[in-house]
């Protein structure tokens, strides 16, 4: 069976350091795609970066990266130079083959980012 | 303006009432989905209709009645619904059904309470 695990359920931060938010994943299809989304208080699901398993290097999208460790199936989150604004929900998402292109959520992390 | 539009954003309804969620998009996407996402808990996909065919219903109450009369507008009807149906719903929508790299679009939600 599919699942997406987060294992942290709030983390804070300090304002323009960097943050690392835990992502893991269990499938045994080979094709997958994984996603992060931050969710603000005003509950609208907001993309921010895409790795695809077949993916040979990390993606990266403006201060967004994410760190994928197939063998661990892991796909790690990371936030560099963390603003206020940053402050949200953040949920691993991932997409597999054989699943009619649904998305599974993991439950989520609430990042707090202090001044 | 996120191109998938919720409404309304805020409902409060009895448990005799009856209701009904709009989502409409303008993104020229071919799948569109309804999510509930409760407090402390992981989205849970209720309903995924493409090309404005239902296909897939995740064992969801007869009580959410979900309508798509075509590609661009989703509804979800509720009636006779328990204080346990309370949460967040949210409307995605994507391109390229089962395709692995079109992630989600979500829609602001509406937040719902039923008394």
């Known amino acids: 069976a599919q699942k997406i695990t987060q294992t942290q359920p709030g983390m804070f931060v300090q304002e323009k350091e960097a943050v690392t938010l835990d992502c893991t994943y269990d499938?045994?299809?080979?094709?997958?795609?994984l996603f992060w989304y931050k969710q603000p208080s005003s509950g609208e699901m907001i993309f921010l970066i895409y790795q695809g398993s077949y993916d040979q290097q990390n993606a990266t999208e403006g201060r967004y990266s994410l760190n994928f460790q197939k063998a661990r199936k892991s796909a790690n989150l990371v936030i560099s130079a963390s603003q206020l604004g940053d402050s949200a929900m953040y949920f691993c998402?991932?997409?597999?083959?054989?699943?009619?292109?649904?998305?599974?959520f993991g439950q989520g992390t609430e990042l707090s980012v202090k001044p | 303006e996120t191109g998938v539009t919720q409404t309304p954003r805020h409902l409060v309804m009895g448990m005799t009432n009856k209701k009904s969620l709009k989502c409409e998009q303008h993104?020229?996407?071919?799948?569109m989905y309804w999510y509930k996402q409760s407090a402390k808990k992981p989205l849970e996909l209720m309903f995924v209709?493409?090309?404005?065919?239902?296909?897939e219903n995740n064992s969801v109450p007869s009580r959410f009645s979900p309508e798509c009369p075509n590609s661009s507008h989703l509804f979800l009807h509720l009636h006779t619904l328990q204080p346990e149906d309370s949460a967040l719903y949210l409307c995605?929508?994507?391109?390229?059904?089962?395709?692995?790299?079109?992630?989600?679009?979500f829609g602001s939600g509406t937040r719902l309470t039923v008394v």
């Open positions: 209709y493409s090309l404005e065919e239902r296909v």
């Open positions: 998402a991932m997409r597999v083959g054989n699943q009619g292109g649904k998305l599974i």
């Open positions: 993104l020229g996407h071919n799948a």
């Open positions: 499938t045994s299809d080979p094709s997958y795609g």
């Open positions: 995605a929508s994507s391109q390229g059904f089962g395709g692995l790299g079109y992630g989600y679009t």
